[in-house]
């Protein structure tokens, strides 16, 4: 055991947090707090840290253990570099390696006779500073800051020149290098791309000690976690397995109870009904059998409503009017901002019932591509067009569609005139929005709430293009499988950015990547671009005989996936002049053929021989052109 949680109780006033929350963690486990927003999951790290006194029950730790705490918000900034900072994390290192050097530095002026006497002391300090991974945890501290998608150029920058999400990322590198027994993550992911996040999970997936982690991203828990503590209604459960499979064992749970509790309201209905028929009667015999009953139904172990965590999102997409086959047609975008290229010569094409997801690391412009298409932002370079009878529904990760003046009713109102005050309340109702929730100011709202009121009115547009930017952030896990749900139901057209790899996997038929400016296009769910990604890694390490970058941190370079699609150009390219020379000498022979059948052909020796020389010279070059289509055609970079 590392860690353990007894009967754990919060309340702030009247109002109740958590309570009687006990689990246990144990070496090398990694588990994860999940919960609604609102549940306590914070809270509860804050009281393990000790940041937070509980108001009952107890935190035990295992002796010696160090314990490493990542908030999701970041206090004051430290001072230093970037690379300075994460390395302080091993200060005792850095004061042993300092230690060494001194004793080096006086090696000369030792006497003789106290000379093996600190030899012996030096080399104990030597070995013991080796164990610590004194000769390793500055390179390791640069892995871990390239893995979280800093570069070296970046390592000397001082906190002050860095952003929010930065800053997050430089505590996180710092927490990682000082490996403590038992990491405490919350939302450790918020502020990291699609790479970073992938590194991280490697990381965490071969760390040794304990892990326990507070986060949305179900791909990222699923990939990490074997325990899952659920907090609801204040109290905690603990599931074993990671996200999925406990995402399975509570709906089962959810749906027994509930068939349970249905099963037993039959039951007592029954055994009411008669219970009143005997009463009925009026006779001795039928009312001392109304009586057996009664006490017997008064006995029953009455079994609660199965309750709910909160009502649930009602969310409905489908498209008033079917588009034309050819939704979107992109070509030769570009768009640079401060004289910093995003791309240009983006080229696509989206057809109707495509669910497309566009994924790349933070920065290439991916929201930049959604707001050019919605007329929000103007390209440099390029045209747009839509098809026939396409109409577009835009969700916008920064909510600048909503007012923050209005009340939620107001909104609603104004961005549909035609609805009734009935209609607009049922459909806030819908949002999980009731009584004077619809008064409330937009400006006041949480993000998911104002999440939720931003897909209200993308359901009322009847639209037939969805164009999504990060539409799961700030919901929480039920509200996003609503969410996937409503959109794999959903008959129209879907274009979107998401971090939320799940997310991804349940509802993409196509993957978009950009990368280095570029898009790549990729057929099927996200499993299945992470699994062509991989064939070409493992491509490109077999043809160079090396990682890239001499580095095993999971990314290519840019350098080396130019290199990498001009190689599969250049095959492509070989194969298709091949097959043209196969096509060219095939119709050569078949002409030869046709001219000996000729009757002046057939009696003119001279030009017997001179065709039938040029007919088996055409067969040898066609087999050896054979030869070449084959290999060409089984190159693994074609296998994309």
Same mark, same amino acid.
């Given at each position: ?220 828990? +699923?990939? @990490?976690?074997? %325990? ?7 109290? $905690? &459960?603990? #599931?074993? *397995? ?77 498209? +008033?009017? @079917?588009?034309? %086959? ?7 975008? $570009? &768009?640079? #901002?401060? *004289? ?301």
């Amino acid at each position: 055991m590392v860690l353990s949680c007894h009967k754990i109780s919060k309340a702030y006033g009247t109002d109740e947090i958590i309570k009687d929350v006990s689990f246990q963690i144990e070496q090398g486990e990694k588990a994860a707090i999940i919960g609604n927003n609102g549940a306590g999951k914070s809270t509860l790290l804050k009281i393990i840290t000790g940041e937070i006194t509980p108001d009952d029950g107890e935190v035990v730790t295992a002796k010696d253990t160090v314990m490493g705490y990542l908030a999701q918000y970041q206090g004051q900034d430290e001072e230093g570099t970037m690379l300075d900072i994460v390395l302080s994390a091993r200060e005792d290192l850095i004061k042993e390696e300092a230690s060494i050097r001194e004793m080096e530095a006086r090696m000369e002026q030792i006497p003789q006779g106290e000379l093996d006497a600190f030899m012996e002391r030096y080399h104990s300090q030597i070995r013991h500073f080796d164990q610590a991974g004194g000769y390793t945890f500055r390179s390791e501290a640069a892995g871990i800051l390239k893995g979280l998608g800093f570069s070296e150029s970046d390592f000397s920058k001082t906190m002050d020149m860095l952003s929010g999400g930065q800053k997050t990322r430089v505590s996180l590198a710092k927490l990682l290098v000082l490996q403590p027994d038992i990491l405490l993550l919350d939302e450790p992911i918020n502020h990291l791309d699609l790479s970073s996040i992938q590194w991280l999970e490697d990381f965490l997936q071969g760390y040794r000690g304990a892990v326990l982690i507070v986060a949305h991203d179900r791909y990222f828990l +699923d990939r @990490i976690v074997t %325990k899952v503590i659920d907090i609801s209604f204040h109290r $905690a &459960k603990v #599931y074993r *397995g990671n996200y999925t499979e406990y995402a399975a064992q509570r709906e089962l749970e959810r749906i027994t109870l509930q068939n349970s509790y249905e099963k037993q309201q039959r039951e007592i209905a029954h055994q009411q009904e008669v219970i009143d028929k005997l009463k009925s009667y009026n006779r001795e015999k039928s009312v001392r059998r109304a009586e057996s009953r009664q006490k017997m139904l008064d006995k029953m172990e009455r079994l609660e409503a199965p309750q709910e965590e909160n009502s649930r999102m009602q969310l409905e997409l489908e498209p +008033d009017v @079917i588009s034309g %086959k050819d939704v979107l047609e992109v070509s030769d975008l $570009a &768009k640079s #901002y401060d *004289g910093r290229k995003l791309f240009e010569h983006l080229s696509f094409q989206i057809q109707r019932g495509d669910r497309i997801a566009l994924l790349g690391d933070n920065g290439t412009g991916k929201t930049t591509i959604l707001k050019i298409i919605n007329g929000v932002v103007e390209a440099d370079a390029g045209s747009i067009r839509l098809g026939a009878n396409v109409s577009i529904g835009y969700y916008d990760q920064e909510q600048q569609n909503l007012s923050g003046e209005k009340t939620l009713f107001e909104e609603m109102q104004d961005a549909y005139p035609g609805l009734n005050n009935t209609r607009i309340r049922n459909i806030l109702a819908a949002f999980m929005f009731t009584g004077d929730d619809v008064f409330k100011r937009i400006d006041a709202l949480s993000g998911g709430e104002r999440g939720r009121i931003s897909l209200a009115k993308l359901m009322l547009s009847g639209a037939n293009f969805l164009i999504l930017d990060e539409p799961t952030n700030h919901l929480d896990m039920e509200s996003k499988d609503i969410l996937e749900q409503a959109l794999n139901r959903y008959t129209g057209t879907i274009l979107y950015v998401s971090h939320d790899r799940y997310f991804v996997n349940r509802t993409a038929s196509r993957i978009l990547e950009l990368s280095g400016g570029k898009l790549e296009l990729f057929y099927g769910n996200y499993d299945y671009y992470m699994e062509k990604k991989r064939q070409a890694k493992e491509t490109a390490v077999g043809e160079t005989g090396e990682e890239k970058n001499g580095q095993g941190d999971g990314r290519m370079d840019w350098e080396a996936q130019k290199k990498l699609q001009a190689q599969k150009r250049k095959v492509a390219g070989e194969l298709a002049r091949t097959e043209k020379e196969i096509q060219k000498a095939e119709d050569e022979i078949a002409s030869i053929e046709e001219e000996f059948q000729k009757e002046e052909v057939a009696t003119n020796s001279a030009k017997l021989n001179e065709l039938t020389a040029r007919q088996n010279e055409l067969q040898e070059q066609l087999e050896d052109l054979y030869l070449r289509w084959e290999e060409l055609s089984e190159s693994p970079l074609l296998a994309e």
